[in-house]
């Protein structure tokens, strides 16, 4: 076997990350495959699932490909009420608290048609799973709900669940490799092998969705769409970061131009705004 044919038996061979928003739910939102995610939110919200439907988005490689940038979340209802949006954020956009927020208020609001009664809002939880960090304690999973003030053993609002789980600080900690949702995590997370190989043996399921994985991994068409997806993603990262130092440019060359009607000096504007005693002459002149 040539050099070439080895290299791309490897990238066959090659497990796909399910941190890869797209293979999640390839892997997880596979109709035949509601064990894995019951398994997983049963132990992560400490619940009694005894019923789970997962949203199976049919059109996926569509969806993909048509809005290359559009979130992909995993929906699915629990015990026929309530319903849990499951999202893989990889980038920090310094918008995680807001956008998970907005998820919860789009699923309650979808529940009610003109007229009915605001008793009929079942509960909503958004799980974000998140490649960095959000909170500055040390847990990697924070709960996160409505409560008052002063009396913060009381729950307010019980419609609307958040759980912020942190991979990061994950990776960093000691694991119990029989804790089912840690299990989880080490598979998502796919940065351990050695912790993947040790929670396999203490959770069937984690076991099984690792050889589906492996099925998913070998796919020419699944492999395909993780990849495009990872394109996109990087494609929509450097279109932020660009607005974002042009944005800083522009605000840079408003700051010169406030100092220059302030009678500040060149040398003192330099100083400032690190800019050379030439490219503030040329602000001047504009």
């Known amino acids: 076997?040539?050099?070439?044919?080895?290299?791309?038996?490897?990238?066959?061979?090659e497990k796909l990350s399910v941190k890869n928003d797209a293979v999640f739910?390839?892997?997880?939102?596979?109709?035949?495959?509601?064990?894995?995610?019951k398994d997983f939110l049963s132990n992560l919200l400490k619940m009694d699932i005894k019923e789970i439907e997962v949203d199976h988005d049919v059109a996926l490689a569509k969806k993909i490909k048509e809005d290359k940038y559009g979130v992909l979340d995993l929906k699915a209802k629990l015990n026929g009420d309530i319903e849990v949006d499951i999202e893989i954020q990889l980038k920090d956009y310094d918008n995680m608290i807001q956008r998970a927020t907005f998820y919860s208020?789009?699923?309650?609001s979808s529940q009610l048609l003109k007229g009915d009664d605001y008793?009929?809002?079942?509960p909503?939880?958004?799980?974000?799973?998140?490649?960095?960090?959000?909170?500055?304690?040390?847990?990697?999973i924070t709960k996160s709900a409505l409560v008052p003030e002063k009396h913060r053993e009381y729950t307010i609002d019980t419609l609307q669940t958040y759980y912020y789980i942190?991979?990061?600080?994950?990776?960093?900690?000691?694991?119990?490799?029989?804790?089912?949702?840690?299990?989880?995590?080490?598979?998502?997370?796919?940065?351990?092998?050695?912790?993947?190989?040790?929670?396999?043996?203490?959770?069937?399921?984690?076991?099984?969705?690792?050889?589906?994985?492996?099925?998913?991994?070998?796919?020419?068409?699944?492999?395909?769409?993780?990849?495009?997806?990872e394109?996109?993603?990087?494609?929509?990262?450097?279109?932020?970061?660009?607005?974002?130092?042009?944005?800083?440019?522009?605000?840079?060359?408003?700051?010169?131009?406030?100092?220059?009607?302030?009678?500040?000096?060149?040398?003192?504007?330099?100083?400032?705004?690190?800019?050379?005693?030439?490219?503030i002459e040329k602000i001047r002149e504009e």
């Open 124 to 140: 909503v939880i958004v799980v974000a799973i998140l490649n960095f960090d959000v909170f500055k304690f040390d847990e990697y």
């Open 105 to 108: 208020t789009r699923m309650i």
């Open 1 to 13: 076997m040539n050099t070439k044919s080895k290299n791309e038996e490897n990238i066959k061979n």
């Open 231 to 279: 394109s996109s993603l990087r494609e929509m990262a450097s279109a932020r970061n660009y607005g974002y130092s042009l944005g800083k440019e522009e605000a840079k060359i408003d700051i010169v131009k406030s100092m220059l009607k302030e009678n500040a000096s060149i040398e003192f504007i330099s100083k400032v705004t690190n800019l050379t005693k030439e490219e």
């Open 25 to 37: 739910k390839l892997l997880f939102g596979k109709k035949g495959n509601e064990e894995f995610i």
């Open 166 to 229: 942190e991979l990061p600080k994950f990776r960093n900690s000691k694991i119990d490799a029989k804790n089912s949702v840690a299990g989880w995590l080490a598979f998502i997370d796919s940065e351990d092998e050695e912790r993947i190989v040790e929670v396999m043996k203490n959770n069937e399921k984690i076991k099984r969705a690792n050889e589906e994985l492996e099925l998913l991994s070998a796919d020419k068409e699944a492999r395909e769409l993780a990849e495009f997806r």
């Open 119 to 122: 008793k009929k809002i079942k």
